[in-house]
C-alpha cells in the first residue's frame, strides 16, 4: 500500500486568454471563500500558488482581510510564496530570477507571515540547468514542478536530487501527471468511487512505480479552482474506496520527508515534452517582447540601480520603493504565458502598456538623478556628464547625445570624437517663453541631435563632466569611403559577391552571416513547419556601402527580399508574393574586438520564422551556451521517427541561451552575443539563431511537430479558435547582436561572459540644455532647487567603486532591509571556485540573497554566486 499526500491548491495564472482584470474578479470571490473555509476547518490547508503578487491584488480589494491571511499563514494553513510571481524559468536573466524571490519572500515577510520556502513552479514551461543555484541563493533547497521530466532519460525517479551547473543542489519532486493529478471538484465529490478508481488510484500508481516509492505526492488542484469543502470528510470517503492511504499533507511537509530518502542525483535541464508539452519552440514567439523584457532587464540592472548609489554618493535622495515598483512591473510581465508569448491579442495590449509603464519608471529615475547631479554641478549647455555605471575601470567608447544649434563644436583632442548620426529640427518663429516679467514670445533657433562617439579612460561607477565648446569648423562625422570592408587591429570583416567574411588573428570564417526563412504553421506556444515546405536561404542582394572615421568603421546593406505572403502561398508556384525590406548594419570600433549588428526589417508577410545564422566552420558536436549563471554544452541528439511514441512534441534540438552562444574547438570559438535573442539550434557547423516566429492563432491542433489537441485551450469543449493577428509582428523589427571570435589562450568561460558584459556596458549621458526639454521627458518639470549646505561635496570627476576581481557584477544596488548599505552581487562564471578576500579586507559583509549574515567564506562557488553589503560611506 502507498502513502498518498494530497495537497489542496490552485494554479491562478494572472492572464491567459483572460486579462488580469478577468482574474481579479475571479479572486474577488474565490480567495474569500478560502479564507472563510480555512477559519472553520482548522484540519484544513490551502497552497495559494506560490506568488505573492495576486495576494498583493486581492488584499488592494479587501484591505480588511490582510489579517486573517497574516493568521492562517501563521497556523500553517495557507500557503504564499515565495515568488512575486509565477515566473518563466528559462528567458528571464539570473538576476531576474533571483530578484523575483527575494522581493516575493520580502513581501510575504513584511506583511503576512514566513512564506512557503519552496522553489515552486507548477506549470512554467521547462526548467534552466541552473535554477538550483539560484534558489540556494535564497536559502531554499527544495523544488516542485510539473513539466519538464523524463524518468527513462533522467533521474529515473519522480523525485530527486537536482544538481545546477555547479555545487548547487535541491530536493526535487516532480508531479508528471500534473498539478491537478488529485483534482477533486464537485463531479469528482458526486462519483468518488470512480475517481478513486479511474484516476487518483492510477496517478498514485504512476507515481509510486516511477522509482519504487512508498509515498508520493498528489496535488489536488486545478486553474481557478476553489478550495476543497470539508476536505477532512472528503478524504476519510476516499480512503473507503481507494487501494492506497490518501491524507491531507503540504507541500513543505512532503519535502520533510523526502530528504530521509535515499534519491538519485540528476544534472541538467529540465525541458523534455514527454508527459506534457514544454514548448521548446516559444522562446521566439511574440519576440518583440522578449526584446523589451531583455532592454529592461539591462535598464533597471546596469543604469538606474548603479545611478541610484551614485546620486546617494552625490547626497541626492532616491527611494527604493519605486525601484522595486519597476521591479514587480517587470515580474507581472515575465510569467510564463506572458513572456512566451502564449496569450490573446487582448492580453498581448496589457504586456505592452506594462512594458511601456515600467520603462517610463525606468528612464524617469534615471532623468532625475542626472539632471540633479548636473544642477548641483552648475553644468552649462556646453557641458556633458558621462557615466560609468559599472563597478569596473573602463576604457574604449562611449555614444553620448547633445543637443546644439551647430554641428561646428569642438571637444579636447583626448576624446576623439565623432558624429555618428544626427537629426536637425528647423527654427520656429513666435515662440512662447516664461520669464520673470510674465510671458515674452521669440523666435527659437534651429538645433541638431547629435549621437557623438567618445574614447574615455574612466575608473567604476562615477562620471566625469567633458566640456565642448564653439569652432569653425564641423565636428568629424563617419564619411563613406570606397571600399567594402571594415577592419581594426583585431577584425577584418568584407562583404564579397554577397556574403560576408571574417577574419581574426590568423583565422578566417567564410560566409560568417546568412540569413534564412520558413513558413511557421505553428501557433503562440510553438513553431511547426508547414507540411511540404522547407527553409529558404536569403540572399544579401543589396548595395553594401562602408562610412568610416579614425575610430569608428561600419557597412550598411540596404536590399529586399521576395517572400510569399502567407501559409497557402509557400507551397504554391503562382502564390501571393511580398518584398520584404531590410537594413543591415555591421560595425567595429578601433578598440573591440566585437563586431556589432544591428538588422532592421519590416515585416509585411505573415506565419513565418527567420533565423540568422553564425557560420563558424569548426568541426564540433556541441555548441556552447551560456545560460544563467553558467555555461553548459549542448548537442543534436538523436530523433527517432515514431518520437510520438514516447513525446508529447517532438523533442527537437532548439534551445535556449542567456546573452551568448558559440561554437569552439580546442584552439577557437565564434560567439553570437545577444540582445534578447533567446533561442538556437546547431546545424551542421551553424549556429541558427531564432529571430522572430510569427503566428495568427493562440493555438491551434494536428501540428507537424506536435500532433494532437490544440494548446491554449481552442479545441476544447466550449472554447473557440482564437485569432493573434498581433502575433504576426508586422511593421518594423529590429534585431541587435555581436559577434566574437576568440583564439587561443583567449577561449574560455570568464573571457567570453567578460567580454559580452564589456559589450553590453551602457552609454550613459546628460547635458543640461533647453533647446528640447523632451530629449529627456521630465527636464521639463524637475525645477532648480536650493541645494542643503551639508550635501557631500562632489566634482567634475568622481569615482567611487573600481573593482577588479575574477568574477562578473551581477548586481550592485541600493539595499533592501539595511538602511544606508549597498548590496553587491558577484556571479562566477567559470567551472572553478574562486576567492574574493579582497573584499573582506574593504568591509564588506557576506550575506545570502535576502541579505541575511551567512559564513564569511569569501569564495564564490563554481557557477554560482554571492552576496556582499557594505555601508554606502
Given at each position: 500500500?502507498?502513502k498518498?499526500?494530497?495537497?489542496?491548491?490552485t494554479?491562478?495564472?494572472?492572464e491567459?486568454?483572460f486579462?488580469?482584470?478577468?482574474a481579479?474578479?475571479?479572486?474577488?470571490?474565490?480567495?474569500?471563500?478560502?479564507?472563510?473555509?480555512?477559519?472553520?476547518?482548522?484540519?484544513?490547508?490551502?497552497?495559494?500558488?506560490?506568488?505573492?503578487?495576486i495576494?498583493d491584488?486581492?488584499?488592494?480589494?479587501?484591505p480588511?482581510?490582510k489579517?486573517r491571511?497574516h493568521?492562517l499563514v501563521e497556523?500553517?494553513q495557507?500557503?504564499?510564496?515565495?515568488?512575486y510571481?509565477?515566473?518563466?524559468a528559462?528567458?528571464?536573466?539570473?538576476e531576474s530570477?533571483?530578484?523575483?524571490?527575494?522581493?516575493g519572500?520580502?513581501?510575504?515577510?513584511?506583511?503576512f507571515?514566513?512564506?512557503?520556502?519552496?522553489?515552486?513552479?507548477?506549470?512554467?514551461f521547462?526548467?534552466n540547468a541552473n535554477l538550483?543555484?539560484?534558489?540556494?541563493?535564497?536559502?531554499?533547497?527544495d523544488?516542485?514542478?510539473?513539466?519538464?521530466?523524463?524518468?527513462?532519460?533522467?533521474?529515473?525517479?519522480t523525485?530527486?536530487?537536482?544538481?545546477a551547473?555547479?555545487?548547487?543542489?535541491?530536493?526535487?519532486?516532480?508531479?508528471?501527471?500534473?498539478?491537478?493529478?488529485?483534482q477533486?471538484?464537485?463531479?469528482?465529490?458526486?462519483?468518488?468511487?470512480e475517481?478513486?478508481?479511474?484516476?487518483?488510484?492510477?496517478g498514485?500508481k504512476?507515481?509510486?512505480?516511477?522509482?519504487n516509492?512508498?509515498?508520493?505526492?498528489?496535488?489536488?488542484g486545478?486553474?481557478?479552482?476553489?478550495?476543497?469543502?470539508?476536505i477532512?470528510?472528503?478524504?476519510?470517503?476516499?480512503?473507503?474506496?481507494?487501494?492506497?492511504?490518501?491524507?491531507?499533507s503540504?507541500?513543505p511537509?512532503?519535502?520533510?520527508?523526502?530528504?530521509?530518502?535515499?534519491?538519485?542525483?540528476?544534472?541538467g535541464?529540465?525541458?523534455?515534452?514527454?508527459?506534457?508539452r514544454?514548448?521548446?519552440?516559444?522562446?521566439?514567439?511574440?519576440?518583440?517582447?522578449?526584446?523589451?523584457n531583455?532592454?529592461?532587464?539591462?535598464?533597471?540592472?546596469?543604469?538606474?540601480?548603479?545611478l541610484?548609489?551614485v546620486?546617494?554618493?552625490?547626497?541626492?535622495?532616491?527611494?527604493?520603493?519605486?525601484?522595486?515598483?519597476?521591479?514587480k512591473q517587470?515580474f507581472?510581465?515575465?510569467?510564463?504565458d506572458?513572456?512566451?508569448?502564449?496569450?490573446?491579442?487582448?492580453?498581448?495590449?496589457?504586456?505592452n502598456?506594462?512594458?511601456k509603464?515600467?520603462?517610463?519608471?525606468a528612464e524617469?529615475?534615471?532623468?532625475y538623478?542626472?539632471?540633479?547631479?548636473?544642477?548641483?554641478?552648475?553644468?552649462?549647455?556646453?557641458d556633458?556628464?558621462?557615466?560609468?555605471t559599472?563597478?569596473?575601470?573602463?576604457?574604449?567608447?562611449?555614444?553620448?547625445?547633445?543637443?546644439?544649434?551647430s554641428?561646428?563644436?569642438?571637444f579636447?583632442?583626448?576624446?576623439?570624437?565623432?558624429?555618428?548620426?544626427?537629426?536637425?529640427?528647423?527654427?520656429?518663429p513666435?515662440?512662447?517663453?516664461?520669464?520673470?516679467?510674465?510671458?515674452?514670445?521669440?523666435?527659437?533657433p534651429?538645433?541638431?541631435?547629435?549621437?557623438?562617439?567618445?574614447?574615455?579612460?574612466?575608473?567604476g561607477?562615477?562620471?566625469?563632466?567633458?566640456?565642448?565648446?564653439?569652432?569653425?569648423?564641423?565636428?568629424?562625422?563617419?564619411?563613406q569611403?570606397?571600399?567594402?570592408?571594415i577592419h581594426?587591429?583585431?577584425?577584418?570583416?568584407?562583404f564579397?559577391?554577397?556574403?560576408?567574411?571574417?577574419?581574426?588573428n590568423?583565422?578566417?570564417y567564410?560566409?560568417?552571416?546568412?540569413?534564412?526563412?520558413?513558413?511557421?504553421?505553428?501557433?503562440?506556444y510553438?513553431y511547426?513547419p508547414?507540411r511540404?515546405?522547407h527553409?529558404?536561404?536569403?540572399?544579401?542582394n543589396?548595395?553594401?556601402?562602408?562610412?568610416?572615421?579614425?575610430?569608428?568603421?561600419?557597412?550598411?546593406?540596404?536590399?529586399?527580399?521576395?517572400?510569399?505572403?502567407?501559409?497557402?502561398?509557400?507551397?504554391n508556384?503562382?502564390g501571393k508574393n511580398?518584398?520584404?525590406p531590410?537594413?543591415?548594419?555591421?560595425?567595429?570600433s578601433?578598440?573591440?574586438?566585437?563586431?556589432?549588428?544591428?538588422?532592421?526589417?519590416?515585416?509585411?508577410?505573415?506565419?513565418?520564422?527567420?533565423?540568422?545564422a553564425?557560420?563558424?566552420?569548426?568541426?564540433?558536436?556541441?555548441?556552447h551556451?551560456?545560460?544563467?549563471?553558467?555555461f553548459?554544452?549542448t548537442?543534436?541528439?538523436?530523433?527517432d521517427?515514431?518520437?510520438?511514441d514516447?513525446?508529447?512534441?517532438?523533442?527537437?534540438?532548439?534551445?535556449?541561451?542567456?546573452?551568448?552562444?558559440?561554437?569552439?574547438?580546442s584552439k577557437?570559438?565564434?560567439?553570437f552575443?545577444?540582445?534578447?535573442?533567446?533561442e538556437?539550434?546547431k546545424?551542421?557547423?551553424s549556429?541558427?539563431?531564432?529571430?522572430?516566429?510569427t503566428?495568427?492563432?493562440?493555438?491551434?491542433?494536428?501540428?507537424?511537430?506536435?500532433?494532437?489537441?490544440a494548446?491554449?485551450?481552442?479545441?476544447?469543449?466550449?472554447?473557440?479558435?482564437?485569432?493573434?493577428?498581433?502575433?504576426?509582428?508586422?511593421?518594423?523589427?529590429?534585431?541587435?547582436?555581436?559577434?566574437?571570435?576568440?583564439?587561443?589562450d583567449?577561449?574560455?568561460?570568464?573571457?567570453?561572459a567578460?567580454?559580452?558584459n564589456?559589450?553590453l556596458?551602457p552609454?550613459?549621458?546628460?547635458?543640461?540644455?533647453?533647446?528640447?526639454?523632451?530629449?529627456?521627458?521630465?527636464?521639463?518639470?524637475?525645477?532648480?532647487?536650493?541645494?542643503?549646505?551639508?550635501?557631500?561635496?562632489?566634482n567634475d570627476?568622481?569615482?567611487?567603486?573600481?573593482?577588479?576581481?575574477?568574477?562578473e557584477?551581477?548586481?550592485?544596488?541600493?539595499?533592501?532591509?539595511i538602511?544606508?548599505?549597498?548590496?553587491?552581487?558577484?556571479?562566477n562564471?567559470?567551472d572553478?571556485?574562486v576567492?574574493?578576500?579582497?573584499?573582506?579586507?574593504?568591509?564588506?559583509i557576506?550575506?545570502?540573497?535576502?541579505?541575511?549574515?551567512?559564513?564569511?567564506?569569501f569564495?564564490?562557488?563554481?557557477?554560482?554566486?554571492?552576496?556582499?553589503?557594505?555601508?554606502i560611506?
Amino acid at each position: 500500500m502507498t502513502k498518498a499526500y494530497l495537497v489542496n491548491h490552485t494554479h491562478w495564472d494572472r492572464e491567459w486568454y483572460f486579462t488580469t482584470q478577468d482574474a481579479q474578479v475571479l479572486s474577488d470571490q474565490l480567495f474569500t471563500d478560502v479564507l472563510d473555509e480555512l477559519e472553520t476547518h482548522p484540519e484544513a490547508n490551502f497552497t495559494l500558488d506560490g506568488q505573492m503578487s495576486i495576494v498583493d491584488e486581492y488584499v488592494e480589494i479587501h484591505p480588511e482581510d490582510k489579517k486573517r491571511i497574516h493568521d492562517l499563514v501563521e497556523r500553517e494553513q495557507l500557503f504564499i510564496g515565495p515568488w512575486y510571481t509565477q515566473t518563466d524559468a528559462n528567458i528571464p536573466t539570473t538576476e531576474s530570477l533571483l530578484r523575483n524571490l527575494v522581493i516575493g519572500i520580502d513581501d510575504a515577510r513584511k506583511n503576512f507571515g514566513e512564506p512557503m520556502m519552496l522553489g515552486y513552479l507548477p506549470d512554467t514551461f521547462g526548467f534552466n540547468a541552473n535554477l538550483p543555484m539560484i534558489l540556494n541563493q535564497v536559502g531554499i533547497h527544495d523544488f516542485l514542478s510539473w513539466r519538464g521530466t523524463n524518468f527513462k532519460r533522467q533521474a529515473g525517479s519522480t523525485y530527486f536530487k537536482w544538481k545546477a551547473l555547479g555545487n548547487s543542489v535541491v530536493f526535487a519532486a516532480n508531479f508528471p501527471l500534473g498539478y491537478f493529478t488529485g483534482q477533486i471538484d464537485l463531479d469528482s465529490k458526486k462519483h468518488l468511487k470512480e475517481f478513486v478508481h479511474d484516476r487518483l488510484d492510477k496517478g498514485i500508481k504512476f507515481e509510486a512505480e516511477n522509482g519504487n516509492h512508498d509515498e508520493v505526492l498528489i496535488p489536488s488542484g486545478i486553474d481557478q479552482m476553489n478550495i476543497v469543502h470539508n476536505i477532512l470528510d472528503t478524504v476519510k470517503e476516499i480512503n473507503k474506496y481507494s487501494e492506497n492511504n490518501v491524507q491531507i499533507s503540504t507541500y513543505p511537509n512532503f519535502m520533510k520527508r523526502l530528504r530521509n530518502k535515499d534519491l538519485p542525483e540528476y544534472q541538467g535541464e529540465l525541458r523534455y515534452p514527454t508527459y506534457s508539452r514544454v514548448h521548446r519552440t516559444i522562446g521566439s514567439v511574440r519576440s518583440r517582447n522578449k526584446r523589451k523584457n531583455f532592454y529592461l532587464e539591462e535598464a533597471i540592472l546596469r543604469r538606474v540601480e548603479p545611478l541610484m548609489l551614485v546620486a546617494k554618493k552625490a547626497g541626492i535622495k532616491v527611494s527604493n520603493g519605486l525601484i522595486i515598483k519597476l521591479w514587480k512591473q517587470l515580474f507581472n510581465s515575465q510569467p510564463h504565458d506572458t513572456l512566451g508569448g502564449s496569450v490573446t491579442d487582448n492580453v498581448a495590449v496589457d504586456i505592452n502598456h506594462r512594458f511601456k509603464q515600467a520603462f517610463e519608471i525606468a528612464e524617469g529615475l534615471e532623468n532625475y538623478i542626472k539632471k540633479r547631479i548636473a544642477q548641483r554641478l552648475s553644468l552649462t549647455d556646453k557641458d556633458v556628464i558621462v557615466f560609468n555605471t559599472d563597478p569596473t575601470h573602463f576604457t574604449g567608447r562611449k555614444v553620448i547625445e547633445i543637443v546644439t544649434p551647430s554641428k561646428n563644436i569642438n571637444f579636447p583632442e583626448q576624446f576623439d570624437a565623432v558624429i555618428l548620426d544626427e537629426d536637425y529640427t528647423p527654427s520656429r518663429p513666435n515662440i512662447m517663453q516664461l520669464t520673470p516679467n510674465g510671458y515674452k514670445f521669440k523666435d527659437e533657433p534651429g538645433y541638431y541631435k547629435l549621437h557623438i562617439s567618445i574614447r574615455v579612460d574612466m575608473a567604476g561607477l562615477g562620471y566625469q563632466v567633458i566640456h565642448f565648446d564653439d569652432s569653425n569648423s564641423e565636428l568629424s562625422m563617419l564619411e563613406q569611403q570606397n571600399s567594402t570592408e571594415i577592419h581594426n587591429k583585431y577584425v577584418l570583416l568584407s562583404f564579397v559577391d554577397g556574403q560576408f567574411n571574417l577574419k581574426v588573428n590568423g583565422h578566417e570564417y567564410k560566409n560568417v552571416i546568412t540569413i534564412h526563412d520558413q513558413a511557421n504553421d505553428g501557433d503562440t506556444y510553438d513553431y511547426s513547419p508547414l507540411r511540404g515546405d522547407h527553409e529558404l536561404k536569403l540572399n544579401w542582394n543589396g548595395q553594401a556601402k562602408v562610412l568610416a572615421s579614425k575610430d569608428n568603421e561600419k557597412i550598411i546593406l540596404k536590399g529586399k527580399w521576395v517572400l510569399p505572403y502567407d501559409l497557402k502561398d509557400r507551397n504554391n508556384d503562382s502564390g501571393k508574393n511580398k518584398k520584404v525590406p531590410y537594413r543591415l548594419e555591421l560595425m567595429l570600433s578601433s578598440e573591440s574586438k566585437v563586431v556589432s549588428g544591428k538588422l532592421t526589417i519590416d515585416n509585411v508577410i505573415l506565419s513565418h520564422r527567420l533565423r540568422l545564422a553564425i557560420n563558424t566552420g569548426i568541426d564540433s558536436n556541441y555548441v556552447h551556451a551560456q545560460i544563467q549563471g553558467g555555461f553548459r554544452d549542448t548537442e543534436n541528439l538523436p530523433i527517432d521517427n515514431n518520437w510520438n511514441d514516447e513525446f508529447v512534441e517532438k523533442p527537437v534540438n532548439i534551445y535556449n541561451f542567456d546573452k551568448s552562444v558559440g561554437i569552439q574547438s580546442s584552439k577557437e570559438g565564434l560567439y553570437f552575443f545577444a540582445k534578447g535573442e533567446k533561442e538556437y539550434e546547431k546545424v551542421g557547423d551553424s549556429i541558427f539563431i531564432t529571430l522572430m516566429a510569427t503566428t495568427g492563432q493562440l493555438g491551434k491542433p494536428n501540428l507537424l511537430w506536435r500532433p494532437g489537441r490544440a494548446s491554449g485551450d481552442t479545441t476544447s469543449v466550449g472554447h473557440t479558435m482564437t485569432p493573434t493577428p498581433m502575433a504576426q509582428e508586422l511593421g518594423e523589427n529590429i534585431f541587435e547582436f555581436g559577434i566574437e571570435a576568440f583564439v587561443d589562450d583567449e577561449l574560455n568561460d570568464v573571457n567570453v561572459a567578460r567580454s559580452v558584459n564589456e559589450w553590453l556596458s551602457p552609454s550613459v549621458s546628460y547635458q543640461m540644455q533647453k533647446y528640447n526639454l523632451f530629449v529627456n521627458r521630465l527636464d521639463n518639470k524637475i525645477w532648480d532647487i536650493e541645494f542643503l549646505d551639508n550635501l557631500p561635496v562632489i566634482n567634475d570627476k568622481e569615482s567611487w567603486l573600481t573593482l577588479d576581481l575574477p568574477c562578473e557584477v551581477s548586481a550592485i544596488y541600493p539595499a533592501y532591509s539595511i538602511v544606508d548599505h549597498y548590496v553587491l552581487r558577484l556571479s562566477n562564471m567559470s567551472d572553478k571556485e574562486v576567492p574574493v578576500e579582497t573584499l573582506k579586507d574593504q568591509g564588506y559583509i557576506q550575506t545570502n540573497a535576502l541579505e541575511q549574515n551567512i559564513e564569511q567564506t569569501f569564495k564564490v562557488g563554481p557557477y554560482s554566486m554571492a552576496t556582499f553589503i557594505k555601508r554606502i560611506d
